[in-house]
T-cell receptor, first 117, second 112 residues
Framework: SQQGEEDPQALSIQEGENATMNCSYK?????LQWYRQNSGRGLVHLIL?????REKHSGRLRVTLDTSKKSSSLLITASRAADTASYFC?????????????????FGQGTILTVHP | SQTIHQWPATLVQPVGSPLSLECTVE??????LYWYRQAAGRGLQLLFY??????ISSEVPQNLSASRPQDRQFILSSKKLLLSDSGFYLC???????????FGPGTRLTVT
């Protein structure tokens, strides 16, 4: 089942603007990751935030995590046309009854970002 | 550095025909391996994962099967394809001790 739900489903902005995408999930997690997918390609890992972290930065990316609200956001600052892609959040759990989850991830439906030059 | 390969890149197969998609990883040992399917414009659905040679776990009942004959080789198969098997198939690996997954370029399968 799909745990992550992303919002908006599609986002269209001008180059130079900031893009914010949100992700909500339902069950307990030990990490949340964001991936990017260019059309017809595989996914590329962008950034990971652990459940005990609230904010993380990587270049023009900023991720926040609110475990009380079971939500995360990805901010891309000063967007470029090359940022045009689909963005997915994925949650990893710690497993059941102390066992391992084998690193399985549950992906959201994604946000399609279009950045116009 | 680690790389992951998938082939073929695209495949058109008739209903009822067999399927074999291959995924290989280079530059790492004992990875966890995953097969996903992505329907058009949607998120990824985990189909199978493997934590070692010969160890396969299935996430959803379906017309597909997976095998891991070697440490860095993961194969997705079907004896008889259905129209509903069409989609974009992605293989991914994860190292021991990490959380991030690294994806291959994918195989676009169209069943006609």
């Amino acid at each position: 089942s799909q745990q992550g739900e992303e919002d908006p489903q599609a986002l269209s902005i001008q180059e130079g603007e900031n893009a914010t995408m949100n992700c909500s999930y339902k069950t307990s997690i030990n990490n949340l990751q964001w991936y990017r997918q260019n059309s017809g390609r595989g996914l590329v890992h962008l950034i990971l935030i652990r459940s005990n972290e609230r904010e993380k930065h990587s270049g023009r990316l900023r991720v926040t995590l609110d475990t009380s609200k079971k939500s995360s956001s990805l901010l891309i600052t000063a967007s470029r046309a090359a940022d045009t892609a689909s963005y997915f959040c994925a949650t990893g759990s710690s497993g059941i009854a102390g066992g391992t989850s084998y690193g399985k991830l549950t992906f959201g439906q994604g946000t399609i970002l279009t950045v116009h030059p | 550095s680690q790389t992951i390969h998938q082939w073929p890149a695209t495949l058109v197969q008739p209903v009822g025909s067999p399927l074999s998609l291959e995924c290989t990883v280079e530059g790492t040992s004992n990875p966890n391996l995953y097969w996903y399917r992505q329907a058009a414009g949607r998120g990824l659905q985990l189909l199978f994962y493997s934590v070692g040679i010969g160890q396969i776990s299935s996430e959803v009942p379906q017309n597909l099967s997976a095998s891991r004959p070697q440490d860095r080789q993961f194969i997705l198969s079907s004896k008889k394809l259905l129209l509903s098997d069409s989609g974009f198939y992605l293989c991914a690996w994860k190292g021991q001790g990490g959380y991030e997954q690294y994806f291959g370029p994918g195989t676009r399968l169209t069943v006609t």
